[in-house]
Nanobody, 124 residues
Framework: QVQLVESGGGLVQPGESLGLSCAAS??????????IGWYRQAPGKERELVAE???????NSADSMAGRFTISRDNSKNTVYLQMKSLKSEDTAVYYC????????????????WGQGTLVTVSS
């Protein structure tokens, strides 16, 4: 079973940077991941898109975070990264990795997979 494993969350001060990574487990069984990216959910708010990137490299990101957050992916490792800079208190949230249309070498396809989430807290 393929799972998404996030890492890199933690406590940072306003203005600092932080990087997140998300790796798909059982990577050797994966033929392709169509879209992979990050969502976040702040306390009391709905989950929202941060950024996602297609297999071809096309990026879809939230306007409010453009310029501060950078997403990238390594197709050979089935991993996606999120580099966040100039963090603000309002960036405090649980950040979830999301992958859509994950195709295995057996041609089985997951429609969508979510990670467990990693907490990012921005506070002085």
């Amino acid at each position: 079973q393929v799972q998404l494993v996030e890492s890199g969350g933690g406590l940072v001060q306003p203005g600092e940077s932080l990087g997140l990574s998300c790796a798909a487990s059982a990577s050797a069984t994966i033929k392709s991941i169509d879209v992979i990216g990050w969502y976040r959910q702040a306390p009391g708010k709905e989950r929202e898109l941060v950024a996602e990137v297609s297999r071809s490299g096309r990026i879809n990101s939230a306007d409010s975070m453009a310029g501060r957050f950078t997403i990238s992916r390594d197709n050979s490792k089935n991993t996606v990264y999120l580099q966040m800079k100039s963090l603000k208190s309002e960036d405090t949230a649980v950040y979830y990795c999301n992958a859509r249309r994950v195709t295995l070498v057996t041609n089985y396809r997951y429609i969508e997979i979510w990670g467990q989430g990693t907490l990012v807290t921005v506070s002085s």
